[in-house]
């Protein structure tokens, strides 16, 4: 922003940039407000944020797998299908193979990577399309996850199973549920790699201009690869999560999660950082689909109203990007042409006095 320029400039530059960048953590403040006045009993209670934070946890951590890809400019559709896999085999391990937890739960965390490391290669090696390829090996998954299964649950016996494990989701600490704290260190990691080291800075510039990433020198396919592992490793621990939730293995589960998870992710790149897909971003957008949906679920809302709140929320934040954007440009392009025009107007040394 030209400091030459109007005041009237400086506010609406000032007022686009706001929207941009603090628009979706408004908007989160003023649902919770909103629902809190008409549901003063149950809304504004520690009980109830502590729900929201435990049943919002698994599509958060799901969102910002699916926002690493999205920096390098490519989609992983396979994410739903790869945390239905993911909570099979951690629950066919533990109780139908006897695995101890903790190694089950570091064999399929890995596994995940292993995964999002293959859907990289396809993408990149053999120059298929992202939607396409991980689409299709999103339904072999889903595959391998119903002949694991047999198509039924996958139950534990009488005696369920291990506290320690079920504790890794059910167990709070300073009065708030564990798996917000998952979240809070999956943030400040995915924060940390693209705000604060070089890979981020490379993913980047991929995702902006893959061309010019290879000009310069940046091994584009090897860091996309590293990008989709990356979400594969989110994924699986996610799936984790998702098998101490369940306690029992579901085939058909993970398919739940596929969408809230692409819409939080996207929503995260109007918000914090605006078009820039972004760690913060993904959490804030997350939040606000978490606050709409349980306010709407306690107002008595039909099933129906979930994909109409998404749906809707994504058209509005992605709409308020676009003015907020737009305004900016005519700001900035307001301030260019009086600047210019100021320097039109001055005397230069060798002009007339």
């Given at each position: ?30 649902l ?53 896999l ?22 399929v ?11 990289g ?52 600490f ?70 101490a ?86 700001t900035?392009?307001?301030?260019t ?17």
């Open positions: 922003m030209n400091p030459s320029s109007s005041p009237r400039s400086l506010l609406g530059y000032l007022h686009g940039q706001f929207i941009g960048t603090y628009g979706l953590l408004t908007l989160t403040a003023l919770f407000l909103i629902f809190s006045v008409t549901l003063p009993d149950t809304f504004p209670t520690l009980d109830n944020v502590s729900s929201i934070l435990s049943n919002q946890s698994i599509p958060a951590i799901l969102a910002l797998g699916a926002t690493i890809p999205i920096v390098t400019g490519k989609f992983d559709l396979s994410i739903g299908y790869g945390l239905g993911a909570h099979v085999m951690v629950m066919q391990l533990i109780v139908n193979e006897g695995w101890p937890w903790p190694l089950a739960c570091l064999v965390v890995l596994g995940g990577a292993v995964a999002g490391a293959l859907n290669v396809i993408v990149e090696f053999a120059q298929i399309d992202s939607f396409i390829a991980t689409l299709g090996t999103g339904s072999m998954m889903y595959a391998v996850t119903g002949w694991i299964t047999e198509g039924s649950r996958i139950v534990p016996g009488p005696d369920g199973l291990p506290a320690a494990f079920t504790g890794i989701y059910d167990s709070r300073l009065g708030l549920p564990v798996p917000a704290y998952y979240v809070l260190a999956v943030v400040i990691a995915l924060w940390l790699v693209l705000e604060r080291l070089p890979l981020g800075r490379y993913l980047y510039v991929i995702g902006s201009n893959p061309r010019a990433a290879g000009i310069i020198g940046i091994p584009t396919r090897t860091y996309s690869v590293y990008a989709f592992a990356g979400s594969g490793l989110v994924v699986g621990f996610a799936g984790v999560l998702l098998a939730q369940q306690q029992t293995g579901n085939p058909t589960v993970g398919l739940d999660y596929l969408l809230p998870a692409f819409v939080g992710a996207l929503l995260g790149s109007t918000a914090i950082r605006p078009g820039r897909p972004n760690a913060l971003g993904t959490v804030v957008a997350v939040a606000v689909l978490a606050v709409g949906l349980a306010g709407i679920g306690q107002l008595g809302a039909q099933f129906w109203a979930t994909p109409l709140f998404n749906g809707g929320t994504l058209l509005i934040a992605v709409g308020l990007a676009g003015y907020s954007g737009r305004r900016r440009l005519r900035g392009a307001t301030a042409r009086q600047s210019l025009a100021k320097q039109s107007a001055a005397p230069t040394k060798d002009g007339p006095p």
